[in-house]
């Protein structure tokens, strides 16, 4: 099948920047989204992105995507103690009826 | 707003054993999701339900069977528990089927000795 992976531990220091990457196989995808995870929680929305823009930022978040290398980071300015959580990259497109997620990267950010 | 409810939140079973985690949205949403989430491999979807009256299989089905009861309601059971479906399980929401944000519960914690 198609696949998304991402590496799984990121440690930052805080009030650093935070860049989270990702690469998926599927050339078809349409929406290229980033969740977040706290601990004992789901997963909620963090931001998403289309297929036919290359950069999206909101806030201290910044999504940058690479269609042609099929590749995606998420970018944390000003990283916070907040932030730690475990951040999934997912893709979809027209074609399926289901999100596929990556295995996730454990943000751990240090006083 | 209660937005997408599972339960229970902890489950331990022995082998072989029965049971249904329950999950219910009040946002009105069509399709609905049972993923579960192991370790290093991300979230896997089981079976999805595009719209009331419709089941099909994800990725990993086995073992699992599904009923969507009503637009609320869709309910994940395991008729013969094994150690291999020790996982956390999410249920989870969207407004229609394809590309749209999912919104996931919290999560059920399933352990089986």
């Known amino acids: 099948g198609e696949d998304v992976e991402q590496s799984l531990f990121l440690s930052v220091r805080e009030g650093d920047s935070s860049v989270i990457n990702c690469t998926y196989t599927?050339?078809?995808?349409?929406?290229l989204y980033w969740y977040k995870q706290e601990p004992g929680a789901g997963l909620q929305l963090l931001t998403y992105?289309?297929?036919?823009?290359d950069m999206k930022q909101d806030q201290r978040l910044t999504v940058l995507l690479n269609k042609k290398d099929k590749h995606l980071s998420l970018r944390i300015a000003d990283t916070q103690t907040g932030d730690s959580a475990i951040y999934f990259c997912?893709?979809?497109?027209?074609?399926?009826?289901?999100?596929?997620f990556g295995a996730g990267t454990r943000l751990t950010v240090k006083p | 707003n209660a937005g997408v409810t599972q339960t229970p939140k902890f489950q331990v079973l022995k082998t072989g054993q029965s049971m249904t985690l329950q999950c219910a949205q009040d946002?009105?949403?069509?399709?609905m999701y049972w993923y579960r989430q192991d370790p290093g491999m991300g979230l896997r979807l089981i079976y999805y339900?595009?719209?009331?009256?419709?089941?099909d299989k994800g990725e990993v089905p086995n073992g699992y069977n599904v009923s969507r009861l009503n637009k609320r309601e869709f309910s994940l059971r395991l008729e013969s528990a094994a150690p291999s479906q020790t996982s956390v399980y999410f249920c989870?929401?969207?407004?229609?089927?394809?590309?749209?944000?999912?919104?996931f519960g919290e999560g059920s914690r399933l352990t089986v000795l």
């Open positions: 989870a929401s969207s407004l229609t089927s394809g590309p749209g944000e999912l919104f």
């Open positions: 599927d050339s078809s995808s349409t929406y």
């Open positions: 997912a893709e979809s497109n027209e074609r399926n009826n289901d999100m596929r």
């Open positions: 946002m009105n949403h069509n399709s």
């Open positions: 992105i289309f297929s036919n823009m």
């Open positions: 339900s595009a719209s009331e009256g419709t089941t």
